[in-house]
Protein backbone atom coordinates (compact mmCIF):
# COMPACT_ATOMS: atom_id res chain seq x y z
CA UNK A 1 0.00 0.00 0.00
CA UNK A 2 2.92 2.64 0.90
CA UNK A 3 4.07 1.86 -2.43
CA UNK A 4 1.32 2.38 -4.70
CA UNK A 5 0.45 5.59 -2.88
CA UNK A 6 4.33 7.38 -2.12
CA UNK A 7 5.37 5.46 -5.58
CA UNK A 8 8.22 4.52 -3.97
CA UNK A 9 10.01 2.73 -6.96
CA UNK A 10 9.18 5.14 -9.29
CA UNK A 11 11.87 7.60 -7.05
CA UNK A 12 13.97 5.03 -6.76
CA UNK A 13 13.60 4.21 -2.67
CA UNK A 14 12.26 2.60 -0.09
CA UNK A 15 10.50 2.37 3.27
CA UNK A 16 13.81 2.37 4.88
CA UNK A 17 15.17 4.98 3.39
CA UNK A 18 12.05 6.98 3.39
CA UNK A 19 11.36 6.68 7.39
CA UNK A 20 15.88 6.82 7.99
CA UNK A 21 15.32 10.59 6.56
CA UNK A 22 12.47 11.58 8.28
CA UNK A 23 14.23 10.61 11.21
CA UNK A 24 16.91 12.53 10.38
CA UNK A 25 15.15 15.59 9.09
CA UNK A 26 13.07 15.76 12.34
CA UNK A 27 16.57 15.29 14.10
CA UNK A 28 17.74 18.56 12.64
CA UNK A 29 14.87 20.65 12.96
CA UNK A 30 13.39 19.78 16.07
CA UNK A 31 14.95 22.62 17.71
CA UNK A 32 12.06 24.80 16.52
CA UNK A 33 9.44 23.28 19.53
CA UNK A 34 11.97 25.44 22.07
CA UNK A 35 12.79 28.37 19.95
CA UNK A 36 9.54 29.00 18.30
CA UNK A 37 7.77 29.38 21.85
CA UNK A 38 10.83 30.92 23.02
CA UNK A 39 11.14 33.99 20.33
CA UNK A 40 6.84 34.21 20.27
CA UNK A 41 6.40 34.35 23.97
CA UNK A 42 8.15 38.20 23.33
CA UNK A 43 4.77 39.00 21.96
CA UNK A 44 3.18 37.92 25.34
CA UNK A 45 1.84 34.59 24.65
CA UNK A 46 2.02 31.92 26.85
CA UNK A 47 4.85 29.72 25.93
CA UNK A 48 3.59 26.07 27.51
CA UNK A 49 0.57 26.86 24.94
CA UNK A 50 3.30 27.95 22.14
CA UNK A 51 4.89 24.78 22.09
CA UNK A 52 1.54 22.19 21.71
CA UNK A 53 0.21 24.70 18.64
CA UNK A 54 3.57 24.98 17.27
CA UNK A 55 3.64 21.02 17.28
CA UNK A 56 0.33 20.58 15.76
CA UNK A 57 1.24 22.97 13.07
CA UNK A 58 4.22 20.84 12.60
CA UNK A 59 2.06 17.90 12.12
CA UNK A 60 0.00 19.16 9.88
CA UNK A 61 1.86 20.93 7.52
CA UNK A 62 4.14 18.46 7.25
CA UNK A 63 1.06 15.30 6.58
CA UNK A 64 -0.38 18.13 4.48
CA UNK A 65 3.15 18.33 2.48
CA UNK A 66 3.77 14.63 2.51
CA UNK A 67 0.01 13.35 1.76
CA UNK A 68 -0.73 15.79 -1.01
CA UNK A 69 2.22 17.20 -2.81
CA UNK A 70 4.34 13.64 -1.84
CA UNK A 71 7.33 15.37 -1.38
CA UNK A 72 9.74 15.16 1.31
CA UNK A 73 9.87 18.33 2.96
CA UNK A 74 9.09 19.51 6.58
CA UNK A 75 7.01 22.48 7.55
CA UNK A 76 7.15 24.53 10.84
CA UNK A 77 6.41 27.97 11.68
CA UNK A 78 9.39 29.58 10.00
CA UNK A 79 12.22 31.34 11.64
CA UNK A 80 12.70 35.08 10.69
CA UNK A 81 8.54 35.45 10.18
CA UNK A 82 8.10 34.43 13.96
CA UNK A 83 10.60 36.85 14.61
CA UNK A 84 9.45 39.38 12.58
CA UNK A 85 5.76 39.19 14.42
CA UNK A 86 6.81 39.07 17.78
CA UNK A 87 9.47 42.07 17.55
CA UNK A 88 8.40 44.08 14.62
CA UNK A 89 4.36 43.85 14.11
CA UNK A 90 3.51 43.05 17.87
CA UNK A 91 6.36 44.95 20.58
CA UNK A 92 7.48 47.46 17.29
CA UNK A 93 4.10 48.50 15.85
CA UNK A 94 2.34 47.81 18.67
CA UNK A 95 -0.35 45.44 17.60
CA UNK A 96 -1.69 43.10 19.67
CA UNK A 97 -0.44 39.45 19.11
CA UNK A 98 -4.05 38.53 18.20
CA UNK A 99 -4.33 41.30 15.95
CA UNK A 100 -0.76 39.70 14.51
CA UNK A 101 -2.57 36.33 14.26
CA UNK A 102 -5.71 37.97 12.16
CA UNK A 103 -2.80 39.39 9.92
CA UNK A 104 -0.81 36.04 9.31
CA UNK A 105 -4.88 34.48 8.74
CA UNK A 106 -5.33 37.04 5.97
CA UNK A 107 -2.08 36.61 3.98
CA UNK A 108 -2.38 32.76 4.67
CA UNK A 109 -5.81 33.07 2.98
CA UNK A 110 -4.40 35.62 -0.35
CA UNK A 111 -1.31 33.07 -0.36
CA UNK A 112 -3.94 30.03 -0.86
CA UNK A 113 -6.34 32.39 -3.49
CA UNK A 114 -3.18 33.58 -4.86
CA UNK A 115 -2.04 30.21 -6.11
CA UNK A 116 -5.64 29.31 -7.10
CA UNK A 117 -5.67 32.89 -9.67
CA UNK A 118 -2.23 32.57 -10.76
CA UNK A 119 -1.51 35.75 -9.06
CA UNK A 120 1.73 34.63 -7.29
CA UNK A 121 3.60 34.18 -10.59
CA UNK A 122 2.66 38.32 -11.08
CA UNK A 123 4.18 38.92 -7.75
CA UNK A 124 7.14 36.65 -8.15
CA UNK A 125 8.25 38.21 -11.29
CA UNK A 126 7.66 41.67 -10.37
CA UNK A 127 9.69 41.71 -7.13
CA UNK A 128 13.26 42.62 -7.89
CA UNK A 129 16.02 39.70 -7.73
CA UNK A 130 18.51 41.82 -5.78
CA UNK A 131 15.56 42.75 -2.69
CA UNK A 132 14.61 39.38 -2.44
CA UNK A 133 18.20 38.34 -1.33
CA UNK A 134 18.37 41.37 0.79
CA UNK A 135 15.45 40.48 2.48
CA UNK A 136 16.46 37.23 3.07
CA UNK A 137 20.44 38.90 4.49
CA UNK A 138 18.30 41.32 6.60
CA UNK A 139 16.15 38.44 8.32
CA UNK A 140 19.35 36.88 9.30
CA UNK A 141 20.81 40.01 11.26
CA UNK A 142 17.71 40.17 12.86
CA UNK A 143 17.47 36.88 13.56
CA UNK A 144 20.91 36.87 14.99
CA UNK A 145 20.38 39.88 16.70
CA UNK A 146 17.43 39.06 18.44
CA UNK A 147 19.34 35.70 19.61
CA UNK A 148 22.21 37.85 21.18
CA UNK A 149 19.94 40.07 22.78
CA UNK A 150 17.54 37.56 24.32
CA UNK A 151 20.43 35.97 25.94
CA UNK A 152 21.59 39.57 27.38
CA UNK A 153 24.96 39.40 24.92
CA UNK A 154 23.67 42.68 23.36
CA UNK A 155 21.81 45.45 24.90
CA UNK A 156 20.68 48.80 24.77
CA UNK A 157 21.86 51.58 26.46
CA UNK A 158 21.28 55.38 26.05
CA UNK A 159 20.19 54.79 22.15
CA UNK A 160 23.04 52.58 21.47
CA UNK A 161 23.79 48.97 21.42
CA UNK A 162 26.29 47.50 24.00
CA UNK A 163 27.82 44.58 25.04
CA UNK A 164 26.17 43.07 28.16
CA UNK A 165 27.94 41.50 31.26
CA UNK A 166 29.59 38.57 29.31
CA UNK A 167 31.50 36.87 32.05
CA UNK A 168 28.75 35.57 33.89
CA UNK A 169 25.29 34.06 33.55
CA UNK A 170 23.19 33.84 30.31
CA UNK A 171 25.62 35.80 28.44
CA UNK A 172 28.40 34.23 29.01
CA UNK A 173 26.39 30.66 28.19
CA UNK A 174 25.36 32.29 24.84
CA UNK A 175 28.60 32.72 23.82
CA UNK A 176 29.45 29.01 24.93
CA UNK A 177 26.93 28.19 22.88
CA UNK A 178 27.80 29.91 20.08
CA UNK A 179 31.53 28.30 20.18
CA UNK A 180 29.81 24.32 20.77
CA UNK A 181 27.12 25.05 17.88
CA UNK A 182 29.90 26.26 15.88
CA UNK A 183 32.22 23.41 16.70
CA UNK A 184 29.41 20.63 15.48
CA UNK A 185 28.43 22.17 12.45
CA UNK A 186 31.96 22.99 11.75
CA UNK A 187 32.63 18.89 12.41
CA UNK A 188 29.87 18.16 9.86
CA UNK A 189 27.47 17.12 12.28
CA UNK A 190 24.13 17.19 10.59
CA UNK A 191 22.46 17.93 13.69
CA UNK A 192 24.60 20.35 14.97
CA UNK A 193 22.37 23.05 16.23
CA UNK A 194 19.90 20.26 18.29
CA UNK A 195 23.16 18.93 19.73
CA UNK A 196 24.20 22.66 20.50
CA UNK A 197 21.00 23.50 22.40
CA UNK A 198 21.46 20.06 23.77
CA UNK A 199 24.81 20.26 25.57
CA UNK A 200 24.43 24.52 25.71
CA UNK A 201 20.97 23.42 28.24
CA UNK A 202 23.10 20.84 30.08
CA UNK A 203 25.61 23.68 30.57
CA UNK A 204 23.36 25.68 32.07
CA UNK A 205 22.39 23.57 34.58
CA UNK A 206 25.63 23.50 36.24
CA UNK A 207 26.08 27.71 35.69
CA UNK A 208 22.75 27.94 37.26
CA UNK A 209 20.76 29.06 34.10
CA UNK A 210 19.14 26.19 33.32
CA UNK A 211 15.88 26.00 35.17
CA UNK A 212 15.45 21.98 35.85
CA UNK A 213 12.00 22.71 37.82
CA UNK A 214 10.42 22.29 35.17
CA UNK A 215 11.21 17.83 35.06
CA UNK A 216 10.15 17.49 38.58
CA UNK A 217 7.19 15.68 37.80
CA UNK A 218 8.88 13.86 35.14
CA UNK A 219 9.90 14.44 31.02
CA UNK A 220 6.62 12.64 29.96
CA UNK A 221 3.42 14.74 30.50
CA UNK A 222 0.23 15.55 28.26
CA UNK A 223 0.38 18.77 26.11
CA UNK A 224 0.01 21.68 27.16
CA UNK A 225 -3.51 23.03 25.96
CA UNK A 226 -4.19 25.68 22.78
CA UNK A 227 -7.17 27.17 24.42
CA UNK A 228 -5.17 30.32 25.31
CA UNK A 229 -4.25 30.89 21.62
CA UNK A 230 -6.49 28.65 19.26
CA UNK A 231 -8.23 30.88 16.85
CA UNK A 232 -7.74 34.13 19.08
CA UNK A 233 -8.22 36.17 16.30
CA UNK A 234 -8.91 40.39 16.68
CA UNK A 235 -11.37 41.26 14.22
CA UNK A 236 -11.22 45.26 15.18
CA UNK A 237 -12.01 47.09 11.97
CA UNK A 238 -10.04 50.33 13.16
CA UNK A 239 -7.36 48.83 14.01
CA UNK A 240 -7.01 46.11 10.54
CA UNK A 241 -8.62 48.40 8.44
CA UNK A 242 -5.63 50.53 7.84
CA UNK A 243 -2.67 51.10 5.59
CA UNK A 244 0.16 50.06 8.04
CA UNK A 245 -2.16 47.16 8.83
CA UNK A 246 -2.10 46.22 5.22
CA UNK A 247 1.83 46.76 4.79
CA UNK A 248 1.90 43.91 7.55
CA UNK A 249 -0.06 41.82 5.55
CA UNK A 250 1.75 42.02 2.61
CA UNK A 251 5.02 41.89 4.10
CA UNK A 252 3.97 38.35 5.49
CA UNK A 253 3.08 36.77 2.38
CA UNK A 254 5.54 38.32 0.46
CA UNK A 255 8.06 36.45 2.89
CA UNK A 256 6.07 33.17 3.20
CA UNK A 257 5.92 33.14 -0.66
CA UNK A 258 9.57 33.81 -1.66
CA UNK A 259 10.69 32.10 1.47
CA UNK A 260 9.12 28.99 0.91
CA UNK A 261 10.13 29.04 -3.45
CA UNK A 262 13.70 29.73 -2.35
CA UNK A 263 13.53 26.42 0.29
CA UNK A 264 12.48 24.27 -3.06
CA UNK A 265 14.62 25.97 -5.05
CA UNK A 266 17.81 25.80 -2.94
CA UNK A 267 16.83 21.92 -2.02
CA UNK A 268 16.19 20.70 -5.56
CA UNK A 269 19.90 21.45 -6.20
CA UNK A 270 20.31 18.19 -4.33
CA UNK A 271 18.53 16.04 -7.16
CA UNK A 272 19.70 15.22 -10.21
CA UNK A 273 18.36 17.24 -13.35
CA UNK A 274 15.83 14.50 -14.52
CA UNK A 275 14.72 14.41 -10.47
CA UNK A 276 14.69 18.20 -10.35
CA UNK A 277 12.39 18.60 -13.24
CA UNK A 278 9.82 16.18 -12.15
CA UNK A 279 9.80 18.23 -8.62
CA UNK A 280 9.63 21.40 -10.22
CA UNK A 281 6.55 20.70 -12.07
CA UNK A 282 4.99 19.59 -8.21
CA UNK A 283 5.99 23.49 -6.81
CA UNK A 284 2.25 24.35 -7.23
CA UNK A 285 1.06 21.83 -5.37
CA UNK A 286 3.49 22.15 -2.82
CA UNK A 287 3.39 26.09 -2.38
CA UNK A 288 -0.99 25.35 -1.71
CA UNK A 289 0.05 23.07 0.57
CA UNK A 290 2.49 25.76 2.52
CA UNK A 291 -0.60 28.48 2.17
CA UNK A 292 -3.00 26.00 3.66
CA UNK A 293 -0.98 25.01 6.44
CA UNK A 294 0.03 28.31 7.22
CA UNK A 295 -3.92 29.10 7.39
CA UNK A 296 -4.25 26.18 10.13
CA UNK A 297 -1.16 27.33 11.86
CA UNK A 298 -2.74 30.84 12.84
CA UNK A 299 -5.92 29.06 13.45
CA UNK A 300 -3.50 26.80 16.52
CA UNK A 301 -1.99 30.52 17.41
CA UNK A 302 1.41 30.49 16.05
CA UNK A 303 3.19 32.64 13.21
CA UNK A 304 3.39 32.15 9.31
CA UNK A 305 3.94 28.15 8.39
CA UNK A 306 6.61 27.69 5.66
CA UNK A 307 9.51 25.13 4.54
CA UNK A 308 11.90 24.47 6.15
CA UNK A 309 15.33 24.23 4.37
CA UNK A 310 16.27 21.71 6.86
CA UNK A 311 14.68 19.64 4.41
CA UNK A 312 17.73 19.23 2.41
CA UNK A 313 19.27 16.85 5.43
CA UNK A 314 16.80 14.20 5.03
CA UNK A 315 16.61 14.42 1.09
CA UNK A 316 20.70 14.26 1.26
CA UNK A 317 20.25 10.85 2.57
CA UNK A 318 17.85 9.54 0.28
CA UNK A 319 14.54 10.91 1.42
CA UNK A 320 12.22 11.42 -2.03
CA UNK A 321 8.51 11.20 -1.31
CA UNK A 322 6.05 12.07 1.13
CA UNK A 323 6.66 8.86 3.19
CA UNK A 324 9.47 10.58 4.85
CA UNK A 325 7.36 13.66 5.96
CA UNK A 326 5.02 11.23 6.93
CA UNK A 327 7.56 9.68 9.33
CA UNK A 328 8.28 13.42 10.63
CA UNK A 329 4.90 14.44 11.83
CA UNK A 330 4.81 10.89 13.31
CA UNK A 331 8.30 11.79 15.32
CA UNK A 332 6.66 15.22 16.19
CA UNK A 333 3.53 13.89 17.92
CA UNK A 334 5.69 11.20 19.81
CA UNK A 335 7.74 14.79 21.14
CA UNK A 336 4.37 16.43 21.79
CA UNK A 337 4.80 14.51 25.64
CA UNK A 338 7.98 15.59 26.10
CA UNK A 339 7.08 19.38 26.63
CA UNK A 340 9.00 19.63 30.03
CA UNK A 341 12.39 18.68 28.23
CA UNK A 342 11.66 21.40 25.44
CA UNK A 343 9.93 23.74 27.91
CA UNK A 344 13.12 23.98 30.04
CA UNK A 345 15.64 24.95 27.32
CA UNK A 346 16.97 28.75 28.52
CA UNK A 347 17.43 31.49 25.84
CA UNK A 348 20.95 31.67 26.45
CA UNK A 349 20.89 27.98 24.78
CA UNK A 350 18.67 29.06 22.16
CA UNK A 351 20.67 31.85 21.35
CA UNK A 352 23.31 30.02 19.17
CA UNK A 353 20.46 28.21 17.18
CA UNK A 354 19.07 31.89 16.32
CA UNK A 355 22.97 33.08 15.64
CA UNK A 356 23.50 30.22 13.14
CA UNK A 357 20.13 30.34 11.52
CA UNK A 358 20.79 33.75 10.76
CA UNK A 359 24.25 32.90 9.49
CA UNK A 360 23.28 30.84 7.08
CA UNK A 361 20.40 33.02 5.51
CA UNK A 362 23.12 35.99 5.20
CA UNK A 363 25.09 33.40 2.66
CA UNK A 364 22.87 34.91 0.28
CA UNK A 365 25.17 37.71 0.19
CA UNK A 366 26.94 35.81 -2.28
CA UNK A 367 24.48 36.40 -4.64
CA UNK A 368 24.39 40.00 -4.51
CA UNK A 369 26.25 42.23 -7.31
CA UNK A 370 27.83 44.21 -5.02
CA UNK A 371 29.83 46.49 -7.90
CA UNK A 372 26.04 47.29 -8.78
CA UNK A 373 25.65 50.55 -6.79
CA UNK A 374 21.90 51.11 -7.60
CA UNK A 375 21.39 47.14 -5.88
CA UNK A 376 23.75 47.33 -3.31
CA UNK A 377 22.88 50.26 -1.52
CA UNK A 378 19.22 50.06 -1.21
CA UNK A 379 20.02 46.69 -0.44
CA UNK A 380 22.66 47.83 2.38
CA UNK A 381 19.72 50.22 3.90
CA UNK A 382 17.23 47.18 3.69
CA UNK A 383 19.54 45.31 5.57
CA UNK A 384 21.12 47.87 8.18
CA UNK A 385 17.36 49.46 9.31
CA UNK A 386 16.29 46.01 9.54
CA UNK A 387 19.02 44.90 11.41
CA UNK A 388 18.78 47.90 14.25
CA UNK A 389 14.75 48.81 14.36
CA UNK A 390 13.76 45.32 14.14
CA UNK A 391 11.44 46.17 11.81
CA UNK A 392 11.02 44.07 8.33
CA UNK A 393 8.43 46.66 6.92
CA UNK A 394 10.98 49.62 7.65
CA UNK A 395 13.54 47.40 5.57
CA UNK A 396 11.81 46.79 2.95
CA UNK A 397 10.50 50.44 2.72
CA UNK A 398 13.87 51.76 2.44
CA UNK A 399 15.20 48.95 0.01
CA UNK A 400 12.19 49.54 -2.14
CA UNK A 401 12.00 53.16 -2.63
CA UNK A 402 16.00 53.03 -2.93
CA UNK A 403 15.81 50.65 -5.56
CA UNK A 404 13.24 52.76 -7.90
CA UNK A 405 15.03 56.05 -6.81
CA UNK A 406 18.15 54.65 -7.86
CA UNK A 407 16.97 52.50 -11.28
CA UNK A 408 15.17 56.03 -12.65
CA UNK A 409 18.41 57.92 -12.12
CA UNK A 410 19.70 55.41 -14.71
CA UNK A 411 17.37 55.55 -16.67
CA UNK A 412 15.55 52.10 -15.90
Partial sequence: MLERFFKLREHNTTVGTEMMAGLLTFLT????????????????????????????AIIVGTLLMGLFANMPFILAPGMGIN???????VLGKGYSWQEGLT??????????????????????????????????????????????????????DGGFIKLGDITSGPPLLALLGIVITGAFLALGVRTGILAGIIVTTILGVFMGVTDVSALTGGVVSMPPSI???????????????????????????????FDSLGTFIGVFNHFSPQEKAKYEAGIPRALMCDAVATVAGACFGVSTVTTFVESSTGIQTGGRTGLTTVAIAILTALALFASPLFLMVPAAATAPALVMVGMF?????????????????????????TALTLSISDGLMFGWIGYMVFKLVMGK
Wanted: charged letters at 10%; a neutral charge; zero cysteines.
Fill in 361 to 385: MMAMSRRLNWSDVSEGLPAVMMMLV
Fill in 227 to 257: APIAMAFSFDTARILTMDFFVVIFTLLVIDI
Fill in 83 to 89: VFFAFSV
Fill in 29 to 56: AVYILAVNPMILSNAGMPQDALFTATAL
Fill in 103 to 156: AILIAGILFVVSGALGLRRILLKGFPEPLKHAMTISLGLMIAHIGLTNAGVLRV
